[in-house]
């Protein structure tokens, strides 16, 4: 009986939390579409009101977080070690915080669904814990349309 107990609390566990991580995220599986032989993707609004969605640094798994106010791609360290990103040379960036030290490093390549974009310029930020934000060094490069809750990124 107590067996049946713990294993239902476990269920339960496991159940709230993939329902919170959904909320919080609900674009964790991207799914690529193609309409007039444009790719895109549709990404629906999270829980905090913004676009996350989870994509690939150098076939590295990443939370990321779609930035319209950052310039480049800032990606925390840890991800940037995923990745296998490497640590370029320090410049001073503005952040909402304040000014802090970060490093330029390059992206081989970065995957939003069947979205690819190589050979982009990023910087690996130490104040970051678990988003890469997605700057518009590489949103300038795709259409973005925003309807209701969802924000469409679509190849130009």
């Known amino acids: ?3 049946m107990w713990v294993l239902m609390l476990a269920l339960a ?11 919080a995220n609900p674009n964790h599986q991207v799914v690529t579409s ?27 798994e990443a939370l990321f977080l779609v930035d319209t106010g950052a310039t480049n791609i800032s990606v925390p360290v840890e991800i940037a070690k995923r990745a296998g990103l490497a640590k370029g040379a320090p410049i001073t960036i503005s952040t909402a915080n304040g000014y802090s030290t970060a490093y330029r490093t390059s992206i081989d390549s970065l995957m939003m669904g069947d979205l690819e974009f190589r050979n982009a ?4 930020n130490p104040g ?6 997605l700057g518009m ?8 349309v925003q309807r209701g ?7 130009p």
Do not use: C, P
């Open 121 to 124: 310029r990023a910087h690996i």
């Open 13 to 23: 566990t496991y159940t709230i939390n993939r329902w919170l991580q959904h909320r």
């Open 128 to 133: 970051l814990s678990d988003a890469v934000l």
């Open 137 to 144: 060094n590489v949103l300038q490069h795709y259409e973005l």
């Open 149 to 155: 809750d969802t924000l469409i990124i679509r190849e």
């Open 1 to 3: 009986m107590m067996a």
């Open 34 to 60: 193609i309409d007039g032989g444009k790719r895109s993707i549709a990404l629906q609004r999270g829980r905090g009101g913004h676009y996350l969605l989870t994509g690939f640094i150098n076939g590295a």
